[in-house]
């Protein structure tokens, strides 16, 4: 599987936009990008996931580059509830064990 | 619908002490899983199902056992408790293998003194 890497933190002002980078340079043709987030104290949640072309759901957007070696994760407008650590997994679609790294924490200040 | 749930949510054992987690999945998913999870660190598979009656080990299976008797239920058992098996343990279920987004329960907090 290929493996990512993620900063391990970020922060950004409640409202605005929060763009969070995950890198992928060695994803296979067949891989996909899910996205993850833990609330302190919760289960994970699914948020999105995409192979090769920008996605955009009810919580966020995604947006891989065309080589397919990054992504970025799109909250348009954070709020303080978006605090959580967001995980960003590559896996092929036919396989449904999730690795889950250390991820990025996000802080939403107000 | 209710998701995902686990009991208990928390449970301190001894050393040497069994114990059985329950998950129960309202959704008719195929697919569940056992996770844990250690203070800083992502999650790691235990076991998981691929349906009623099946079974199969993860990352880290050493020390569980688990029995998927009913498709709803997926139990995970430690049948002698050890300080290393302290953790957070959360489940999991899916509709498919190639479907990926899988649904968690609350977690179930385990202490092992």
């Known amino acids: 599987d290929a493996k990512t890497t993620q900063p391990p933190s970020m922060d950004c002002a409640e409202g605005r936009a929060a763009n969070l980078p995950c890198n992928h340079s060695?994803?296979?043709?067949?891989?996909?990008v899910y996205w993850y987030r833990q609330i302190h104290s919760q289960g994970p949640q699914y948020i999105i996931h995409?192979?090769?072309n920008n996605e955009t759901n009810e919580m966020a957007s995604l947006i891989i580059t065309e080589d397919r070696k990054s992504s970025t994760l799109i909250l348009p407008h954070a709020t303080l509830r978006d605090t959580a650590v967001y995980y960003c997994?590559?896996?092929?679609?036919?396989?449904?064990?999730?690795?889950f790294g250390k991820g990025i924490t996000l802080s939403v200040r107000p | 619908n209710a998701g995902v749930t686990q009991t208990p949510k928390f449970r301190v054992l001894k050393t040497g002490q069994s114990m059985t987690l329950l998950c129960a999945q309202d959704m008719n998913h195929e697919y569940m899983y056992w996770y844990r999870q250690d203070p800083g660190m992502g999650l790691r598979l235990i076991h998981y199902?691929?349906?009623?009656?099946?079974?199969a080990k993860g990352e880290v299976p050493d020390g569980y056992n688990v029995s998927r008797l009913k498709k709803q239920n997926f139990l995970l058992g430690l049948e002698s408790a050890a300080p290393s098996q302290t953790s957070v343990y959360f489940c999991?279920?899916?509709?498919?293998?190639?479907?990926?987004?899988?649904?968690f329960g609350p977690g179930t907090r385990l202490t092992v003194l």
């Open positions: 997994i590559v896996i092929p679609g036919a396989n449904s064990k999730l690795t």
């Open positions: 060695t994803i296979s043709g067949n891989e996909y």
């Open positions: 199902s691929v349906g009623e009656g099946t079974t």
């Open positions: 995409g192979l090769k």
């Open positions: 999991a279920s899916s509709w498919t293998l190639s479907y990926n987004e899988q649904f």
